[in-house]
């Protein structure tokens, strides 16, 4: 892998874990709260989960594989 490569790719995981992030604390803040959209939590569940996977999937880009 070549170095511009990688580095477009730690950019997009920073960003990812960003909205991750953000995606968690809003998730929490509905939960937490009298009256919510289910369908709007299930939503936002959803890209969470979606976000991960491409989180794991460009971590796996970036390390190494180990070779047993």
């Given at each position: 892998?070549?170095?511009?490569n990688q580095i477009e790719i730690e950019k997009r995981l920073l960003w990812l874990r960003e909205e991750h992030?953000?995606?968690d604390v809003a998730i929490g803040q509905m939960a937490d709260g009298p009256h919510h959209d289910q369908l709007r939590m299930v939503r936002l569940k959803k890209r969470k989960l979606a976000?991960?996977?491409?989180?794991?999937y460009l971590e796996s880009q970036i390390?190494?594989?180990?070779?047993?």
């Amino acid at each position: 892998m070549d170095e511009i490569n990688q580095i477009e790719i730690e950019k997009r995981l920073l960003w990812l874990r960003e909205e991750h992030r953000d995606l968690d604390v809003a998730i929490g803040q509905m939960a937490d709260g009298p009256h919510h959209d289910q369908l709007r939590m299930v939503r936002l569940k959803k890209r969470k989960l979606a976000l991960k996977d491409e989180i794991l999937y460009l971590e796996s880009q970036i390390l190494p594989d180990i070779i047993a």
